[in-house]
């Protein structure tokens, strides 16, 4: 009980809806689809790379729809972090514990069999394009992320 004078606090529960994800949205959203071709194609990128991988293919030419934003050296896009938590979510890409990077799960070589026919001849061609030019910078993006993950766990582990 509250004594006369005193003022209660009280919080308040905040609610977000998001949309629920079925298997069934990769057969309807292309974008999602053209994500997880990307991702197989590498055979395994750190997120830092994919985004990277994106961006600099965007200014190529080659569009996806995704919107990026730019500070300094860092590039960020809230809509293909959106994207990969949800190809995360439906287990069709998988996040490898030591490297942290994405791969093409069992599901998602399925479901990238059965779709083939959906990513069009045109994208294909124009994305082996692109990643011929950025493959170099792409790697060296993920070498860089790798050696910060070794050099972090070497430090957590002698301050045991």
Same mark, same amino acid.
């Given at each position: 009980?509250?004594?006369?004078?005193? !003022?209660t606090?009280?919080?308040?529960l905040k609610?977000?809806?998001?949309?629920?994800?079925?298997?069934?949205? $990769? &057969?309807?959203?292309?974008?999602?689809?053209k994500?997880?071709? %990307?991702?197989n194609?590498?055979?395994?990128? !750190?997120?830092?790379?994919? %985004?990277s991988?994106l961006?600099?293919?965007?200014?190529?030419g080659?569009?996806?729809?995704? !919107?990026? &934003?730019? $500070?300094?050296?860092?590039i960020?896009?809230?809509?293909?972090?959106?994207?990969?938590?949800?190809?995360?979510?439906?287990?069709?890409?998988?996040?490898?514990?030591?490297?942290?990077?994405?791969?093409?799960?069992?599901?998602?070589?399925? $479901?990238?069999?059965?779709?083939? &026919?959906?990513?069009?001849?045109?994208?294909?061609?124009q994305?082996n394009?692109?990643?011929?030019e950025?493959?170099?910078k792409?790697?060296?993006i993920?070498?860089?992320?790798?050696?910060?993950?070794?050099?972090?766990?070497?430090?957590n582990?002698?301050?045991?």
């Amino acid at each position: 009980m509250s004594q006369p004078g005193q !003022t209660t606090k009280s919080k308040e529960l905040k609610t977000i809806t998001k949309q629920v994800i079925s298997p069934g949205v $990769i &057969n309807e959203d292309k974008r999602k689809l053209k994500l997880l071709y %990307i991702i197989n194609i590498f055979g395994g990128v !750190t997120e830092r790379a994919l %985004i990277s991988f994106l961006y600099e293919a965007s200014q190529k030419g080659l569009n996806m729809d995704y !919107t990026f &934003n730019v $500070i300094g050296n860092n590039i960020f896009s809230p809509s293909v972090k959106e994207d990969i938590t949800s190809l995360l979510y439906l287990g069709l890409i998988e996040s490898e514990p030591i490297t942290k990077k994405l791969k093409v799960s069992a599901n998602g070589m399925e $479901i990238l069999e059965a779709n083939q &026919n959906n990513i069009e001849e045109e994208f294909k061609k124009q994305l082996n394009q692109v990643l011929e030019e950025l493959k170099a910078k792409i790697t060296a993006i993920d070498e860089e992320q790798s050696l910060k993950l070794k050099s972090e766990r070497r430090r957590n582990y002698y301050r045991r």
